[in-house]
């Protein structure tokens, strides 16, 4: 393969542990690549410690990776523009303290000698206990006052980002994190800028129709028929993928895997040939459908909320996704303010163990 850097050559990001970096971060360990992360394609990850006791994940950039590319200059602008995008935007997260947000406690640059390419360009984060996905494995019967508080989290942290006009565009299990303090409390942060989209600065990823992972994109998206809009292409998406993740916690399922297996497969974004318009009826009619099986298979006191808030988040026709309160007045459309509320307002109620409609 072109440009291939050959096995014996040692890759500069993989040789990290027991280095000391910039701040004073100790690099304790390498870790195994998160599943389920959409981007990283470019990255290792560590576990580093800081003398004054704290832990944290460190992002290290994988310019090596690029020479086994077919286009390795393309290929190295790519992981750059990747780095720098990311940093610069978590950087403006902490200048606006959004707290939902994982947070990014440094950045910098190191060079390990001897190697083709020897700088390593990193990112240290907050170090989660496990994400979501890991953490309904471990808690089969997660109690769903703390599926309901990760929730919330979520819509706020998305909240936190809409308004500075930011997407994330890539909300999903894998992405949102489970952290405990010192004093052992769990909470949730979401995670993974990788694939945002800033409407004050372009990045490389914004032509895609996809920015994400496929598995939790919006119907429109599936189906070709991409908004060109920032509120409908971009903030409807976060939308859409957090009522996804709202399926997920409750049922196990994304909700593409259950629009799949309802639709007609003449139907289905893999064979439809026609407009998003034309189909859109199906899609609906199919979504019904599974509204009704998720609330009889959450069967709780809490279904009738969790499906309602569904039923607007992944609505199919992402002009019409939201709360209506919202368009009110000319309104932001895609405010998230009630489904934050709704979220918090559930979580509360759980806790007292006093579910009811909202």
Known sequence: MEGALPQTWPNAA????????????????LLPRRPGATGGNFSVGYRVEHPDGRQGFCKALDYASALSRPNTPEALHLATEEYIFERDLHRKCEER?????????DDGQTFVPNCPIGQVDYIIFELAQYDVRRALDVEADLEATLRLRALHNVAAGLRQLHQAHIAHQDVKPSNVLILRNGLG?????LGDLGRATDAGRPALHDVYAIAGDRQYAPPEQ???????????????????????LTTFMFTGATMNSLLSAELHPSHSWLAWSGTYSEVLPYVRDAFGRILE??????????????????RHLCEPEPTCRGYAV?????????????V?????????RASKGSLVSV
């Open 185 to 189: 409390e769990r909470s949730s942060k």
């Open 293 to 310: 099986k998720i609330r009889a298979s959450i069967g709780s006191a809490v279904a009738g909320d969790v499906t309602d808030l569904i």
């Open 97 to 105: 303290r959004m707290s939902r947000i994982l947070t990014a406690l």
């Open 14 to 29: 993989e040789l990290l542990t027991g280095s000391t970096l910039d701040g004073g971060w100790k690099v304790v360990e």
């Open 326 to 338: 919202s368009k009110i007045g000319g309104g932001n459309p895609y405010a998230l303010q009630k």
């Open 222 to 244: 599936l189906y070709g028929a991409v908004p060109v809009e920032f509120g409908p292409r971009r903030l409807a998406c976060d939308i859409y993928q957090l009522g996804g």
């Open 340 to 348: 934050v509320s709704r979220f918090d307002l559930l979580a509360r």
